[in-house]
């Protein structure tokens, strides 16, 4: 067990519609990423925030949006959904984001269905 | 732009051979290495990582990887496999200079027979 937290665990919706997942990194780790993971992309990295402010930006399409709160938990909210966008998606957390070094703790993940 | 690259799909290995699981990279500086596995249905787990120092990086399980710089290969070994290594090892980089996202390799699956 990472510490690192994700809800749901599984998700089906239709397309078109909008979802949130959610990630509660571990205790005083103050970076989140976002990843996606399908068999034809493997794993692409999405976003990453650092103490509530957006670090980095990956392969991150418009539809989707991120964010990190005050207590440090972050979401990821995608929109406009398609059956493309059915994948696993992971958040990790590191204790810091900036050095680079950091190890990274994944979630269990959470998967989408798109139907 | 960085990259890595992971030219196997699937590794196969008999259970008490030593393995080796093949990364290489791309970056425009100096990099920050790492290896992960993923159990199925799990998230991924981080086995080892390289910053600076000794090329040769003793991480968990008994898995080892060496930093070449020359080949930029940063191989992943153990002496003896067991089949509860079977998995998927992800290689990931990133750039030592910037605020580079790291990059994950596409995985290789790796598979002890027993």
């Known amino acids: 067990d990472s510490g690192v937290t994700q809800t749901p665990k599984h998700l089906i919706t239709a397309t078109g519609q909008r979802v949130t997942l959610r990630c509660s990194p571990r205790?005083?780790?103050?970076?989140v990423y976002w990843y996606q993971q399908s068999l034809d992309q493997g794993l692409q990295f999405l976003i990453q925030?650092?103490?509530?402010?957006?670090?980095a930006k990956g392969n991150i399409l418009e539809r989707f949006s991120a964010q990190q709160f005050p207590d440090l938990h972050s979401e990821l909210n995608l929109s406009s959904l398609e059956l493309g966008d059915s994948a696993l998606y992971f958040c990790a957390s590191s204790a810091e984001g900036t050095s680079g070094q950091e190890t990274q703790y994944f979630g269990p993940g959470t998967r989408l269905l798109v139907l | 732009a960085q990259s890595v690259a992971q030219p196997e799909d699937q590794v196969n290995v008999a259970e008490g051979n030593p393995l080796t699981v093949k990364c290489t990279y791309s970056?425009?500086?100096?990099?920050?290495l790492f290896w992960y596995v993923q159990y199925p249905n799990r998230g991924l787990q981080f086995l080892l990582k390289y910053i600076t120092g000794d090329n040769l990086v003793k991480g968990s399980y008994g898995f080892e990887a060496e930093f070449n710089k020359s080949q930029t290969s940063f191989h992943l070994k153990k002496p003896s496999a067991l089949v509860s290594d079977s998995a998927l090892y992800f290689c990931a980089v990133r750039d030592m200079g910037g605020y580079q996202k790291v990059t994950f390799g596409i995985g290789t699956k790796l598979q002890v027979i027993p």
């Open positions: 925030y650092y103490n509530g402010e957006e670090r």
């Open positions: 970056v425009s500086g100096n990099p920050y």
């Open positions: 205790s005083g780790d103050l970076s």
